[in-house]
């Protein structure tokens, strides 16, 4: 159980282009959902926190009109990075928090494969 | 939330237990102490997690020390295949019970 799915694994851009990103909970219903990035050799950032139905919560420094979060459904939440650069070529991983809150800190998290972007 | 300190490599012999440290001297009373492993270009895996008892689950098994301070995880029968970066997270409020990932430990498995 508790298995999350993330579509594309591997994409590859040309600068100035957007590219969608979709994070699926496949057996179990996620009101909340997490997108990290992690660069090479590097630990993962959490980037934003996506509740359904409401706006997604950015972290600090991370610009929000940049990335597009949509969580439309208990078991599906989208990232877009719009207006691709190079600079954004980066590993995604997307989490989905189990429990009926999401955010109880018994509720774990369960993550996606992720995503290899690069922007060419 | 209170930080962790891992070393930042282990090795360990194919089928030895694999014993895992951390560090967590600030802790506090309601904070979680959560490990997750990174396999090489794979997200994440949630392996267990513990408030103060010692838990054990089909993966592995976690000890708390009494005050807490610290906490040590078990791989009971390393296989090459648990080569990965182990990483201790404490969780909290103070961070709005999200996960702070730090370096965490590179775990060799080695034949």
């Known amino acids: 159980g508790a298995v999350v799915s993330q579509h594309p694994s591997r994409v590859i851009c040309k600068s100035g282009t957007s590219v969608k990103i979709e994070c699926r909970s496949l057996d179990f219903q996620a009101t909340t959902m997490f997108w990290y990035r992690q660069f090479p050799k590097k630990s993962l950032m959490l980037m934003a926190t996506s509740n359904e139905g409401s706006k997604a919560t950015y972290e600090q420094g991370v610009e929000k009109d940049k990335f597009l979060i949509n969580h439309a459904s208990l078991t599906l939440s989208t990232l877009t990075v719009t207006s691709a650069h190079p600079e954004d070529s980066s590993f995604y991983i997307c989490?989905?928090?189990?429990?009926?809150?999401?955010?109880?800190?018994?509720?774990?998290?369960?993550f996606g494969p992720g995503t290899r972007l690069t922007v060419l | 939330d209170a930080k962790t300190t891992q070393p930042p490599s282990m090795d360990c012999a194919e089928g030895r237990a694999a014993n895992l440290p951390c560090n967590h001297s600030?802790?506090?009373?309601?904070?979680?102490v959560y490990w997750y492993r990174q396999i090489h270009s794979q997200g994440p895996q949630y392996i267990i997690h513990?408030?103060?008892n010692n838990e054990t689950n089909e993966m592995a098994s976690l000890i708390i020390t009494e005050d807490r301070k610290s906490s040590t995880l078990i791989l009971p029968h390393a296989t090459l295949r648990d080569t990965a970066v182990y990483y201790c997270?404490?969780?909290?409020?103070?961070?709005?019970?999200?996960?702070?990932f730090g370096k965490g430990t590179k775990l060799s498995v080695k034949p």
């Open positions: 997270i404490v969780r909290g409020w103070g961070s709005q019970g999200n996960l702070i």
């Open positions: 513990g408030l103060k």
């Open positions: 600030t802790i506090s009373g309601n904070e979680y």
């Open positions: 989490s989905a928090s189990t429990g009926t809150s999401g955010r109880a800190l018994t509720d774990t998290q369960y």
